[in-house]
């Protein structure tokens, strides 16, 4: 990816005209959307209305499903990230993800964060990694849980630890843009605070893109909101997309006033 | 039970009928759980039966006639005797040249007071078996057994033997079912298999990486997996021909060890049944590996994609770590049913009769399941018993690689 940092653009990513199809079936119609640095987007709208697939489509997590294409361009940094020359891999290490289960890995807790780095190059001695390791479980708000049993497995933590051990372990590989599918839907109450207030802290380093079923989550915890709805093809619509507060306190568009005041959905 | 609305008309049964209803559900129920327990019964008669036929033949009473009575050889009882008295008998009553050859084989020195022992039994008593009994009529009839004894054959001595022991284990073949043993169809079933897994084990988890992980969905690759799916289901022994075509004839210079300086004459060797083995459990491992690959759950893939990893670096982290257990299930299974297939060694021509210890890949050698056919189709009632000792060893042979597995797999799938 070639490296021009364009420190003065305030978007982390453009989104430009972007479809996206599952063999035949267009999902996605059309989507133009800037998600601003440092700042949470949260992505909302009905079942089925493509919010995941957008999401997805920002990091090329759908190159892996079969038939999945994407016409249209996502920019990062000025780069085409669906350009010819991009790397798959490469663009994920830069923006990360967090997925709707939690998904640690079956290895330690140590290990789950430690993998990311090894497998991207890192080099380093052992304490440098303790060093990251630690960083990294700070930042997501887990080390004061887990310190004493790094060695324990993953799997072994609750479920809103071990999500929050997934963004920990996201964090590992320094990405910029942090991508988020749902990651409370799994969760209690209580958890899902925790994440929200996590995200508001990592807001200051990272651009976090969050797709969400819960309304009252994008209106806590996001900047902007980007409503999606299906047409009447079945695909997937940006409808609005504004600053949280004008969309949900002054929507402009009617099937947005219908949405948010909990008319459907 | 009453409902909680009477005056609604309900298509439900109420009071009386709800009750009557719901008995008869049950009774269905368990009728269905009766049959299914029989059906679980039937097995463990079917194999409860197996064990008594095998026990059956491998324990009994035997009467045993010595060509030459041991009082005349010696004053005290023969098991009572030092390793050096046995020596001298032993040279007093074998012919010189006899005992020279011995002395040559092997020097008596170096032979422990067992191997002595069984020397002075095999070659100055000379023991004939005369009649056999099965473990049941040991049992029940063993008055019957002295009467007959005592009756047709009074010089014999009535022994309770048990065909598998130590020696059955350690000694090569013999035309004399009371010397037989099965070391040479031990050491060719383990070499066998040993080299079979060698090659069956990269070659069937790979072919299953491949398909699993790598090929797209297209005819080309459908075509190969149909096949691979019916070639599961092909008989053994058109492996054996085709192992007989390729490995033994067409691969004659390799499965002979030409090339590598070490001719055994023909391809019927230790290698080539080996590889035939190799292509008949193949499929097997393969659609297993397939399985347990495709177990391994996708949001693991996807958290190690999130990361910015190649697939071949969430195969190898997660994907095959993760799929081990499954893989070495499916592999003891594949192996399980190679050490017990007898056709295709019989079509790549396995030796029914060797008594030297295979010495490597390209030795000539002889198998268990080969011995087991071998002993089984001979008239003669001894050779029932050691095919049934024979037997033993092979499912404790069995036994043993499936426990080995079972540690291997919970090992593997506690780790993480």
Redesign the interface.
């Known amino acids: 990816m070639t490296e021009k940092q364009t420190d003065t653009a305030q978007h982390t990513l453009v989104v430009r005209n972007m479809n996206v199809y599952y063999g035949a079936f267009r999902a996605i119609n059309n989507v133009s959307l800037n998600i601003e640095r440092n700042k949470i987007t949260a992505l909302i709208g009905p079942s089925g209305c493509g919010k995941s697939t957008v999401l997805r489509s920002l990091?090329r997590?759908n190159d892996?499903v079969?038939g999945a294409r994407v016409e249209g361009e996502v920019l990062f940094h000025e780069q085409n990230l669906y350009a010819n020359d991009v790397d798959a891999?490469?663009v994920?290490?830069?923006i990360?993800?967090?997925?709707q289960?939690p998904?640690?890995?079956?290895?330690?807790i140590y290990d789950n964060i430690a993998?990311?780095p090894r497998?991207?190059g890192w080099k380093g001695t052992k304490s440098e990694m303790d060093d990251l390791v630690e960083r990294c479980l700070r930042q997501a708000a887990l080390w004061d849980d887990v310190k004493d049993k790094l060695k324990e497995?993953g799997?072994a933590l609750s479920g809103g630890q071990q999500q929050r051990l997934?963004i920990a372990?996201?964090l590992?590989?320094e990405p910029e843009v942090i991508l988020m599918d749902e990651p409370c839907s799994a969760l209690d109450p209580i958890s899902t605070l925790k994440i929200e207030e996590l995200m508001m802290e990592l807001r200051q380093r990272y651009t976090i893109a969050i797709v969400t079923h819960n309304m009252q989550q994008a209106a806590r915890a996001s900047d902007y909101t980007a409503f999606f709805l299906m047409n009447d093809q079945r695909a997937g619509e940006l409808v609005e997309y504004g600053p949280t507060g004008d969309l949900f306190t002054n929507p402009k568009d009617k099937r947005t006033e219908d949405y948010i005041t909990g008319r459907f959905g | 039970m009453t409902t909680l609305n009477e005056d609604v008309k309900s298509g439900l049964p109420q009071g009386e009928a709800s009750r009557r209803n719901v008995a008869s559900r049950r009774r269905k129920g368990a009728i269905w759980r009766t049959i299914f327990l029989s059906a679980t019964i039937f097995g463990l008669i079917a194999l409860s039966l197996l064990i008594y036929n095998v026990a059956n033949e491998v324990f009994g009473y035997v009467a045993i006639e010595y060509a030459v009575d041991p009082a005349t050889v010696s004053d005290k009882p023969l098991d009572e005797l030092s390793k050096d008295e046995l020596v001298t008998v032993l040279q007093g009553n074998m012919r010189k040249n006899a005992f020279r050859t011995l002395e040559n084989e092997k020097p008596m020195a170096n032979r422990s007071d067992s191997e002595v022992y069984d020397l002075v039994i095999e070659r100055v008593l000379k023991p004939q078996t005369l009649e056999t009994w099965t473990l049941r009529d040991s049992w029940f009839n063993k008055a019957a057994i002295d009467a007959q004894v005592a009756s047709d054959f009074p010089e014999a001595k009535l022994e309770f033997r048990s065909w598998i022991s130590t020696s059955f284990l350690t000694t090569p073949m013999s035309s004399d079912p009371l010397r037989a043993g099965v070391r040479t169809a031990l050491l060719g079933s383990l070499w066998m298999i040993a080299i079979t897994i060698l090659f069956a084990f990269p070659i069937g988890v790979g072919a299953a990486i491949y398909l699993e992980e790598y090929a797209t969905d297209n005819r080309f690759n459908r075509i190969i997996q149909t096949n691979i799916n019916n070639l599961a289901g092909v008989p053994s022994i058109i492996y054996g021909m085709l192992g007989l075509v390729i490995f033994v004839r067409t691969l004659e210079p390799i499965t002979s060890g030409r090339i590598f300086g070490a001719d055994s004459g023909n391809g019927r060797t230790i290698v080539a049944a080996s590889l035939t083995m190799m292509l008949l459990i193949l499929p097997i491992m393969i659609i297993n590996g397939q399985e347990a690959i495709r177990a391994v759950p996708l949001s693991l893939r996807q958290a190690s994609y999130g990361l910015g990893a190649t697939k071949w670096q969430t195969i190898w982290h997660h994907v095959l770590p993760n799929a081990l257990p499954g893989i070495f299930t499916g592999t003891i299974l594949a192996i399980s049913r190679a050490i017990g297939e007898t056709a295709p060694l019989i079509v790549v021509g396995a030796s029914t009769f060797i008594v030297t210890d295979p010495d490597g890949p390209f030795a000539k050698f002889t198998a268990l399941p080969i011995q087991i056919y071998n002993w089984t189709s001979r008239p003669q009632p001894e050779f029932a018993h050691i095919a049934a000792s024979a037997i033993v060893v092979l499912l404790v042979m069995l036994l043993s690689l499936n426990a080995i597995a079972v540690v291997l797999r919970n090992r593997f799938s506690k780790r993480g």
């Open positions: 990091n997590m892996l079969n891999v490469e994920r290490r830069r990360g993800m967090v997925f289960k998904n640690p890995f079956p290895k330690s993998f990311g497998i991207n497995s799997l997934c372990r996201a590992a590989v």
